[in-house]
């Protein structure tokens, strides 16, 4: 179940910035939007033919990791900012739910010499982020930027921490200035009194309104370390949102009519006392915003509503009498009390409710009037759910060169990137040009290693760590992981074990490490006494996977990671194994669709079974992933390792599971045809070589070696029942495991 909430948003001259929050499962992640406005040639009923409704044209989605309850514009004066375009728009700062604030720094080139019509499609906006202010210990629900007169711009913040912060923002630094508890409770929003020139939070940066949910509207003077001017307690309700009228006389505040929600399954972690009930109904955190059009016309209000719908009201629109206001107006459980309220009439509207229509799964909004690039309309995003260890898996075409995505992951000022001299030559310098795009990350070296299973060991991992400790990471470096499963499991253990543990994000270019290795958190390296037998339970960031990468893979390669999809199909997800037998030509033809829905649906089955049983623990739900690996175990070892690919001895493994299971008479002979028939399809051995030299003993050897010996009874994932069930067992008949690799000999 997903809930998507418009949380706040801001207008910059034609810019519009839209901040959002998504619950996905138990876990909110945001996105920060930025809308193009311009007048639109068509014309609805809605509004006269006279004056033109804007469109909104959608210019940039930057994903974040945690929700982003407010936002707003700040920055210091344009003729402070000496050498900046006049279109240079100030920064953006975000408000986090972790209690952090990023600012980001807009980038916005405009096509020269075009029509109006073409201008937009000539433009580009990008957000880059400047810096992280991590002073807050909780949700940042407030956000706003002022101006001092003809000098620095100021940031106030405002959280669950009862805390109001201010902050000098000059062209590339924001600083400290003071804190002071302002609230006995959440601060709900932040307005700067007065406006100048247009520009939203000007008038001297001197005077601030605070609204909290102890229910009451503060002013106060920021310039004496908050002390208080005015104060309006009791508020009638919770005050959400402020916002100063236009002469900065009088000060709207907006509040939401008390929500009694039914009851229903228990709120979400971090959001106590707002929500109880089902998720979808939830409203919370800011479900109001009134924010002034910024820009010379003050052409625009913004409103966003709880039901996810954001107005952009047009003021030129609107006649003079409503521009005045006088009467409040009441819709949708908004209040909007006096002077300086806005009719909603002869409105320009942009709407995107439903809100789960609204954003697909991946972030996107899909809003009416905005078009939309194919790298970020198509991206998909899973997540796993292990508490604060929770990362996203984004999923499709063009991400590696996506400007952000990569970025916004990486901690710390110095990055390493390690792939090896195979993927290296392919894909390094898209990801290090990326990486030199942020200016908060310092351009580090990149580790070009030995490419091969062989070199998945402890004096390669000592390389890394050569390389690491010689350009200086320190504890809040980042490593990526780029490369198949044995970059993954080698820098993912690199990156658990250097100083203690420092973070590390996968950017998987196989399909068996996009299904299957970059996803769980498993790492490793070999010994010669046994694979994988020194490692680390150690969760990436997050997982960036660029369908793209897979254009290069060999053929051989791409067939082992369908072994693990098919997989997925067998233990637990039926209609992914029947699609698979509708669509597995599609995918052999690396359509880029249909790659996207089997790593999608793989990476799903693995982030559930990883949430349930990180560790793979007794009730063996972690273990029914080795389904056919104690038997391909087996082959890999009595073919001698390196003959086949690890996906082409889990096929074969599967198979002999899969046969046993029906000698059992736990599964019908059909679900054996059909999983041998899929397999071939793929290429896939389902049979030893000729002269394997592989008999019953042999077979016995490794597999009683196997790590899934327990008491000395070996546990096997066997199927049993209608397909999509397995179960994790030691209690069969030894003599048809027997029988069953006989048949394969
Ligand atoms: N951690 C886990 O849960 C887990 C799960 C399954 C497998 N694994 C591990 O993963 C490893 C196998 O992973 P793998 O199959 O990705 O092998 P791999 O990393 O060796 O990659 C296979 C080959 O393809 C090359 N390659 C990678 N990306 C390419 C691209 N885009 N274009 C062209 N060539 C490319 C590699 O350099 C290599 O030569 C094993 O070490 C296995 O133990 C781990
Ligand atoms: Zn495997």
Redesign the pocket.
């Known amino acids: 179940m997903q809930t998507v909430q418009i949380c706040d948003l801001c207008v910059y001259d034609d810019l519009v910035a839209v901040a959002s929050s998504r619950l996905e499962g138990k876990t909110w992640d945001g996105a920060l939007t930025l809308y193009l406005a311009t007048p639109s040639s068509t014309t609805t009923a809605d509004t006269p033919p006279s004056s033109p409704p804007l469109t909104l044209t959608r210019m940039h989605v930057q994903s974040t990791t945690y929700g982003i309850p407010a936002l707003a514009w700040c920055g210091a004066t344009q003729a402070a900012c000496n050498g900046s375009s006049p279109h240079e728009p100030p920064l953006l700062a975000a408000g986090q739910d972790n209690g952090d604030v990023v600012v980001y720094k807009v980038g916005r080139k405009k096509g020269e010499n075009l029509q109006n019509s073409d201008r937009e499609a000539e433009e580009t906006v990008t957000l880059v982020p400047l810096t992280t202010l991590t002073d807050h210990d909780d949700i940042v629900s407030a956000v706003a930027g002022g101006r001092e007169e003809g000098g620095d711009g100021k940031l106030a913040t405002g959280g669950w921490d009862c805390l109001v912060k201010i902050w000098r923002v000059g062209m590339d630094i924001v600083q400290p200035m003071s804190s002071w508890q302002a609230h006995r409770d959440h601060v709900t929003d932040l307005a700067w009194r007065g406006r100048e020139g247009g520009r939203e939070g000007g008038g001297g940066g001197r005077e601030l309104a605070s609204a909290g949910r102890d229910r009451s509207v503060k002013l106060w003077d920021t310039r004496m370390e908050g002390e208080s001017l005015r104060l309006v307690d009791a508020h009638p309700q919770i005050p959400l949102a402020l916002a100063w009228g236009g002469n900065a006389s009088s000060l709207p505040s907006s509040s939401s009519p008390p929500t009694t929600l039914p009851p229903g399954p228990s709120p979400p972690p971090g959001l106590d006392g707002v929500a109880e009930g089902p998720l979808e109904k939830l409203t919370l955190i800011s479900n109001l915003n009134l924010k002034w059009g910024a820009g010379e016309g003050e052409w625009a209000l913004c409103v966003g509503f709880d039901d996810g719908s954001v107005e952009v009201l047009d003021l030129r629109l609107l006649p003079p009498e409503a521009k005045r206001g006088g009467q409040g107006v009441r819709r949708r459980g908004v209040e909007r009390s006096n002077e300086a309220s806005i009719l909603p009439s002869q409105r320009t509207f942009l709407t995107c409710s439903p809100p789960s229509h609204a954003f697909s799964r991946g972030q996107v909004i899909m809003m009416a009037s905005s078009t939309s690039t194919s790298a970020v309309s198509t991206m998909e995003t899973v997540h796993v759910s292990l508490g604060d260890r929770s990362y996203p898996i984004y999923i499709g075409p063009g991400l590696l060169k996506q400007p952000n995505l990569l970025t916004q992951h990486v901690t710390g000022k110095r990055c390493m990137v390690v792939t ?4 290296g030559p ?2 390094l310098s898209t990801a290090e040009h990326i990486l030199a795009q942020s200016p908060s990350i310092q351009p580090g070296d990149s580790l070009v290693l030995p ?3 062989a070199y ?1 060991d402890m004096p390669t991992l000592n390389l890394i760590m050569d390389a690491a400790l010689s350009t200086k990471l320190d504890r809040k470096s980042t490593l990526v992981a780029l ?7 080698m820098v ?1 253990f690199a990156a658990a074990i250097y100083q203690r543990g420092i973070n590390f994000i996968q950017v ?6 996009m299904v ?9 390296v ?1 010994h010669k006494l046994g ?2 037998m020194i490692g680390a339970f150690y969760q990436p960031q997050c997982v960036i996977i660029d369908t793209d ?6 053929d051989r ?1 791409l067939a ?2 369908i072994a ?1 999809i098919v997989k997925y199909g067998l233990i637990r997800d039926p209609e992914l194994f029947c699609w698979l037998e509708d669509n597995m030509e599609k995918l052999l033809a690396r359509e880029p669709t249909a790659l996207g829905h089997a790593i999608k649906r793989s990476c799903e089955n693995k982030a559930e079974i990883v949430a349930l049983d990180e560790r793979e623990g007794e009730a063996g739900i972690r273990a029914t ?1 080795n389904l056919g690996h104690t038997f391909g175990h087996a082959v890999e070892t009595g073919l001698g390792y390196g003959k086949w ?3 082409e001895a889990v096929s074969l493994g599967m198979v002999m599971a899969v046969d046993m299971s029906v000698r059992l008479g736990w599964v019908d002979r059909e679900v054996y045809s059909r999983t041998v028939g899929l397999l071939q399809r793929a290429g896939l051995p389902v049979a030893l070589p000729e002269e394997s030299g592989m008999d019953l003993e042999k077979f016995e050897a490794t597999m009683s070696l196997d790590k899934k010996v327990s008491d000395g009874v070996l546990r096997l994932i066997l199927l049993k029942g209608a397909l999509g069930q397995c179960v994790f067992t030691s209690a069969y008949d030894v003599e048809v495991l027997r029988e069953t690799i006989r048949a394969y000999c």
């Open positions: 090896n001299d195979r993927v392919l894909y490419d091969g299973e998945k490369g198949g499963g044995v970059i993954g499991d993912g998987p270019t196989t399909l068996m490490a299957d290795s970059a996803v769980g958190g498993k790492t490793a070999n694979k994988n990468t897979l254009s290069t893979l060999p390669e082992s990671g693990e992933l690919l690890h996906g």
